[in-house]
C-alpha cells in the first residue's frame, strides 16, 4: 500500500496555516509542524507589547484552528534539519517522513551583526518578544515614578524605536497615546507627557514602502502625537543606558533606558539548514532562491513560501508581509493537487492589494499603487482588515470589544507587568 | 506643618486594595505598596491555568484600579523589612515612611518541609504560577499526541491533583473538562478522554470547609466528570515522574508527568519580619497574631489582616478566603478614620457571608450556614458572584463572554504555551 501523499509543512505562520486550511478536503495527509501550539496574529503584536490587547486574543491554538481538518494534524516541535534524499523532516525529538514540503518559517529579528545590541534592545518576533517589552515599556514609567534624580528620571521616559518602517510607526503612536492619555492620571510624582518618544529611522523617510506623500502624512500624524522623527540617522551603539546615532550633523548620545528595535528581520535559519542539505542557494540575506512555482532547484518537492522565499526570476524578493505568505501558502496547496493529479499550475504572481498602516488614535495611511489616503478612512479599514483576518470570531468579537473600550475611555485592559525581572530593574 | 496621615499599605491583594478604597476621600495620604503592578482576582487564576482566560482578564492595573483617587498612590516594590521605631516599611530600593501601617501581603504555596517538591509540583498563588501550569498542563496532551509507548503515553495522561479544597476541585473538573470536551476533536494519535484525573485528600473528604452533604455531592459530582478522588491518602513522595501515596492500604505509586500542588499555603514571610523586627507574635503556621482590633500588640499603628492574620482571642484563624480579606481592609480603613478622629471602632467581626465551590460544567455546591444546595443553581450564584466582584467593567464584561462562548462551543481561547521551556519537555 502506497498510503496518502504526505505534506509536512514547517511553522504556523500565516504561509503555513494558510496551506494547510486549502489543502482541507483533497486525498492527502498534512502534518503541520510547529515549536508553538499556536498561530500568532504577527501584525497586532504591538498591540500586546502596549498594553491594549492580551496574548491570547492575537494567538489561536492550531489544534483548535484545524481540529475539524480531519485530514490535518499538529505536531509540536522543532526543526533542526532535513534528510532531503529520505525525504525526512528532523526534529529535535524524532522526525517527520513527508512527500511534499513546504518550508514556512518567517523570519526573526536581525541586529546586523550587533547581536549584543539584542539583550538591550528588544525585537517583537514572537509573542514572548511582546510580553518581555510590555514589561519593559511599562516597568520605565514605574521606575520614574520612583526616581528623584531628574537625568535620571527622563532617562527612563526616553523612549527610543529604531526603525521607522510600519511597526516602528505603529509602536510609536501606541507609545505616545499610553504616555500622554492612558497613564496620564495614573501617576503623582511623574507627568506621563514629559515622555519623549523618538522614532529613528536611516532613510530619507519613515514608512519608505509607501509613496512620499503618504509617509509625510505619517510624519505629521507622528508629530501631532508628541513622536519626534529622525530620519537619514543611524544607529551606531545601544547599551542599557542609551544609544548613540550618527548623521550628517555628527555623533549624537541620547539616554533612553528603553531602546525599541524594529529595524530588522532576518530569515529564519532554517534557510542555511535548505542550503546545506538540500542544496538550495540564498540570496545575500539568507532568503531560499526558489523557482517561480516556488521549490527549490532539483527538489520540486521542496516548497519555501513566505518572509523565507525569494522567487529567484524576480528583481527583489516580494515584501515579507502576511498577505504574500497566505497567497504563497494556497498557490502551495494548489500545486501539490494539481501534481497529483498529473497537471501543473502556473508560476506564482502576487496580488498586491495594497499597503496598511495605522498611526494612532483614528490616523492610518492606505496605499493601493495607483491611489493612497490617510485619516480616519485609513483608520478604519485598517481595523476591520485586521479584525477579518484575525482567526477566530471569539478573539474578532473580543478584539472588537477591547478596542471600543480603548476608543472611548483611553484605557489599556492588559496592561500587566508579567514575567521574570529585567536587566537594569530594581537598581 | 505636620503633613497629613501617612497611610501605607504593603500588598494590593483583596486586604490591601480593599483598605485603599474605603479610604477614599478622607484626610490621609495613601500609599499601596506591591510587587506587582496589577490586582490579582485569585479565586480566577486556574480558570488561567485552565487555558478559560486570559492572564489579563482576572488582573487589573493598580494604577487603573486607584487612577481616580486623588489620595493614593500606587509604588511598585518589594519590601525586605520594617524600622517599626522609625515609622519605616524598607524596601529593596529605598524606604517608605508611614504613620499607619497595613501588612497584607497574603500566603504562598507550602510544601510542609519538602520545598523540593515545589520544581515539580507547581502551585498557584501567582500569574506566573497560572501560566507555568497551563504550559504543563497543555504540554502534557502535546507530549502525549508524540509518544509511542503506551506506559509512558499514560504518564503524560495522567494527571494528579494534591489537596481537595475549593482550588483542587475547581482545578479537577476543569481538567476534566478539557480532557473529554474541550481536546475531543484536536488530536489524532491519543484520545483526550483516556486521560485519568486523580484527586489527592489527607482527609475522611474533600472540601472540609464544607457541610459532609455537600462535600459528598461534589465528589459524586467530579466522578460524573471522569474524576477520581481518592481520601484518607497522604502524599509521601513527588518527583518528575510521578507521586507516591500512602494511606491504610499501603503505599501506591502513580506515574504522572502533571502533578498540581493545591494543599497547602503558608503566610507570607513578612510575618516573620514583623516577628523579629516589631515584636509581633506568630502563631504555629507563621500568621501573626492581632488584637481584636487587627493591630500587634504594643504596635496599635500596624495593621495586619488577611491570610497573614490570626485574630488571638479566636480559637481558630478565620478561613483564608477573599471576603474575610477585603472585610478586614474596609474595617482598617474605618478604624483609622476613626482613631483621627479621636473616636475609636469595636472589634473586628467577621461576616460569613456563605461558601461557594464549583466543579465543572453547570455544576457546583453553596453553603450558607443553616442551608446549602448543590447543582446549576449554585453554579450560576457562583458565576455571578465572581463576576460581580471581579475589577473592572470591561474585564467583568469579557469574563462573561469568554464564559459564554466556553459553555456553548466548549472551547478554550486561551489555550498558549508560552513562557520557557520546562523540566523534562522536548526529552
Redesign the interface.
Known amino acids: 500500500m502506497a498510503g496518502r501523499h504526505r505534506v509536512v509543512i514547517l511553522g504556523g505562520g500565516f504561509g503555513g496555516l494558510y496551506a494547510a486550511k486549502a489543502l482541507r478536503g483533497q486525498d492527502v495527509d498534512v502534518t503541520l509542524v510547529d515549536r508553538?501550539?499556536?498561530h500568532l496574529f504577527q501584525p497586532l503584536l504591538y498591540q500586546v507589547a502596549t498594553g491594549s490587547l492580551?496574548?491570547?486574543?492575537i494567538?489561536s491554538?492550531l489544534?483548535?484552528v484545524l481540529?475539524?481538518q480531519k485530514n490535518a494534524?499538529?505536531?509540536?516541535?522543532?526543526a533542526t534539519s532535513i534528510d532531503a534524499e529520505a525525504r525526512q523532516l528532523i526534529l529535535?525529538?524524532?522526525s517527520v517522513p513527508y512527500d511534499s514540503l513546504i518550508v514556512a518559517c518567517g523570519a526573526q529579528s536581525h541586529y546586523f551583526g550587533h547581536d549584543d545590541w539584542e539583550a538591550v534592545s528588544p525585537g517583537l518576533k514572537s509573542?514572548?518578544d511582546a510580553?518581555h517589552l510590555r514589561r519593559k515599556v511599562?516597568?520605565a514609567f514605574?521606575a520614574a515614578?520612583?526616581e528623584p534624580d531628574p537625568a535620571r528620571r527622563q532617562a527612563w521616559l526616553t523612549f527610543v524605536i529604531v526603525g521607522g518602517g510600519p511597526t516602528g510607526v505603529e509602536l510609536g503612536g501606541a507609545l505616545a497615546e499610553i504616555a500622554h492619555n492612558t497613564?496620564r492620571?495614573?501617576?503623582?510624582?511623574i507627568h506621563p507627557e514629559e515622555a519623549r518618544i523618538l522614532l529613528v529611522e536611516g532613510e530619507t523617510r519613515i514608512l519608505t514602502t509607501f509613496p512620499e506623500k503618504l509617509s509625510a502624512a505619517a510624519e505629521q500624524s507622528l508629530a501631532e502625537l508628541g513622536v519626534q522623527t529622525r530620519t537619514k540617522v543611524k544607529v551606531t551603539g545601544i547599551d542599557e543606558s542609551g544609544v548613540t546615532l550618527s548623521g550628517a550633523a555628527g555623533t549624537e548620545r541620547i539616554e533612553s533606558r528603553t531602546v525599541i528595535w524594529a529595524a530588522g528581520v532576518a530569515p529564519s535559519g532554517f534557510g542555511k539548514i535548505l542550503a546545506e542539505r538540500a542544496g538550495a542557494k540564498l540570496d545575500r540575506e539568507g532568503r531560499v532562491m526558489v523557482t517561480p512555482d516556488l521549490t527549490i532547484e532539483g527538489h520540486p518537492e521542496i516548497f519555501v513560501i513566505g518572509d523565507l522565499a525569494h522567487v529567484a526570476t524576480d528583481a527583489a524578493p516580494l515584501p515579507g508581509v502576511a498577505p504574500v505568505a497566505m497567497q504563497q501558502g494556497a498557490y502551495t496547496a494548489h500545486a501539490i493537487v494539481a501534481r497529483l493529479r498529473g497537471g501543473n499550475v502556473a508560476a506564482f504572481h502576487y496580488h498586491d492589494k495594497g499597503n496598511l498602516a495605522v498611526i494612532g488614535r483614528a490616523a492610518g495611511v492606505a496605499d493601493f499603487g495607483t491611489f493612497g489616503f490617510h485619516g480616519v478612512l485609513a483608520w478604519l479599514l485598517w481595523l476591520f482588515v485586521h479584525l477579518m483576518y484575525l482567526a477566530?470570531f471569539?478573539?474578532r468579537?473580543?478584539v472588537f470589544?477591547?478596542w471600543g473600550?480603548q476608543y472611548l475611555t483611553f484605557?489599556r485592559?492588559?496592561?500587566?507587568?508579567?514575567?521574570?525581572p529585567l536587566q537594569g530593574e530594581?537598581?
Open positions: 508553538h501550539n499556536y492580551s496574548p491570547s486574543e494567538a491554538p489544534r483548535a481540529r475539524n494534524r499538529v505536531w509540536l516541535g522543532e529535535k525529538d524524532g509573542l514572548e510580553i511599562l516597568y514605574e515614578e520612583r497613564l492620571s495614573d501617576f503623582r510624582s477566530g471569539q478573539n468579537l473580543l470589544m477591547r473600550f484605557s485592559g492588559s496592561r500587566l507587568i508579567t514575567g521574570w530594581q537598581e
